[in-house]
């Protein structure tokens, strides 16, 4: 993060990294500083930003992340990537929606990922350039193919088998391949790539999720158990997290590396900590379902325990995560604990939206339970 400010880290530090940060900048920042404070879940001192209404205070936070994008360019461009727009909430989108307007003869580059299906970027449309990338025809397959596998020709069988799989989506081309390559489904002869006889029939994944299922059920136990770990934890897994979790020893960081090899994961660049990433939303997700309700409901428990012990100074950074754990391990009481806190903290950094989502999420674990549940 822009302020380097690293999770669980105490609020008296955090406030000290804002107002350094501050300082660099050029211009005056004083009027920022409260809804930072407020969107960093952090205490505002400033009365007479408590006492501005909802308007006032939602223009002041927009105002404050513009500058800081803004500060970020005094020595070089800066390139903001916000992926899977599609799912973003509605506070969110207006934020986007005042950026690219206001920063639009700034230094600063927004490249924005979405499914064609989203529908909110009719409002972006006058400040974005869209490009739209469409599925990979034939010729294409064969050229990724062939870069994937490192050969230079592969036979047409075996390309029209990968694009009636995969309709043409990158992703799911690289990944069906993998599984044929792993599995021995596919034959090198010469420089050359093909199909095995038979193999249409008995050993083809008949689905890329069962072809990423079957490449995970290759994998080593622990390996294969860690991934699964990871994917309890979410799309982003920062390392320790997952240590604690995990109960990791020694091997535990050949794991990683295997699953980075593998292309099941990456490691994000720049991060504060280390950090991984699940390559896309349907590895996490497979490996997620590849494991036993029960499995999964132990694991969300010790992932919300986890977060509560490092983070019990900063409860409100991390409220949201500790909402979807519990109610996924089973836990009403928590769940309903830490929904509405979440209600609470988007409410202060004036999200109503997202505010009334968690609300109504809290009223409805409660109208879902016994009372006996939620008193446990």
Not at 51 to 69: C, G, N, P, Q, T
Not at 160 to 177: C, H, R, V, W, Y
Not at 224 to 246: C, D, M
Not at 283 to 299: F, P, V
Request: net charge negative; proline share 3%; glycine share 4%.
């Amino acid at each position: 993060m822009s302020f380097g400010i690293k999770p669980g880290e105490g609020e008296a530090s955090s406030k000290t990294k804002i107002g350094e940060k501050l300082r660099c900048l050029a211009g005056s920042h004083e009027e920022i500083m409260a809804p930072l404070h407020e969107m960093l879940a952090l205490t505002v001192d400033d009365e007479s930003y408590l006492a501005l209404d909802f308007e006032e205070k939602r223009k002041r936070i927009f105002k404050a992340v513009k500058s800081i994008l803004v500060g970020e360019t005094q020595e070089r461009p800066l390139i903001v990537l916000l992926e899977d727009l599609h799912w973003i909430d509605r506070s969110s989108e207006d934020l986007l929606a005042y950026l690219v307007d206001e920063i639009s003869d700034s230094r600063v580059l927004i490249i924005a990922l979405y499914r064609p299906e989203y529908q909110g970027s009719s409002r972006l449309a006058s400040a974005f350039k869209e490009l739209r990338l469409d599925e990979l025809q034939r010729e294409e397959v064969a050229q990724l193919t062939s870069s994937i596998l490192e050969v230079s020709e592969v036979d047409a069988d075996l390309i029209d088998t990968i694009l009636k799989q995969t309709a043409g989506n990158p992703l799911f081309i690289e990944e069906f391949t993998k599984s044929l390559l792993e599995s021995g489904v596919i034959q090198k002869v010469d420089d050359r790539l093909l199909l095995k006889k038979g193999a249409q029939a008995s050993s083809v994944p008949n689905t890329v999720r069962s072809g990423i299922s079957a490449r995970m059920d290759r994998l080593e136990k622990a390996v294969k158990s860690t991934l699964q770990v990871a994917s309890v934890i979410g799309s982003e897994f920062p390392l320790h997290l997952l240590q604690r979790v995990r109960k990791a020893n020694g091997s535990f960081g050949q794991h990683l590396e295997r699953l980075k090899q593998l292309q099941f994961i990456y490691e994000k660049a720049y991060a504060t900590d280390r950090e991984f990433v699940f390559k896309h939303a349907l590895i996490q997700e497979t490996a997620y379902k590849g494991m036993s309700s029960q499995n999964r409901r132990l694991i969300h428990a010790e992932v919300g325990a986890a977060l509560e012990e490092m983070f019990s100074e900063r409860i409100e950074d991390v409220c949201e995560q500790l909402a979807y754990h519990f109610s996924r391990a089973g836990n009403p009481r928590k769940a309903v604990q830490y929904l509405s806190l979440s209600a609470t903290k988007a409410q202060k950094q004036n999200s109503p939206w997202a505010a009334y989502g968690f609300a109504k999420e809290a009223l409805r674990s409660l109208e879902a339970q016994p009372f006996d549940a939620l008193e446990n």
